[in-house]
Nanobody, 114 residues
């Protein structure tokens, strides 16, 4: 099982930015890395993911505002979040999947509020 550790969450005002980071305990070079979020009372949803070659997918709600990236040499994935809105408030989870893996981080809270 791959251990994933997220960081970078916090409280930010609407319109602000945050950068989330995820560090994996093993090589994730051939895996898909994703960021999911879960707001209170809602199901966990995919925010963005990126494959080993750098092809990214974004949920419609974050297109143009969020950017996912990865560094295979450092076993890391990041999510740059700009123009944050109150509806982006959630616990954000890092995920690694593919080739028999489906592992999750512990989550990091993002709160967008004035």
């Amino acid at each position: 099982q791959v251990q994933l550790v997220e960081s970078g969450g916090g409280l930010v005002q609407p319109g602000g930015s945050l950068r989330l980071s995820c560090v994996a305990s093993e090589s994730i070079r051939f895996n898909i890395m994703g960021w999911y979020r879960q707001a209170p009372g809602k199901q966990r949803e995919l925010v963005a993911d990126i494959d080993g070659g750098g092809t990214a997918y974004y949920a419609d709600s974050v297109k143009g505002r969020f950017a996912i990236s990865r560094d295979n040499a450092k076993n890391t994935a990041s999510l740059q979040m700009n123009s944050l809105k109150p509806e982006d408030t959630a616990v954000y989870y890092c995920n690694v999947r593919g080739l028999g893996r489906n592992d999750w981080g512990q989550g990091t809270q993002v709160t967008v509020s004035s």
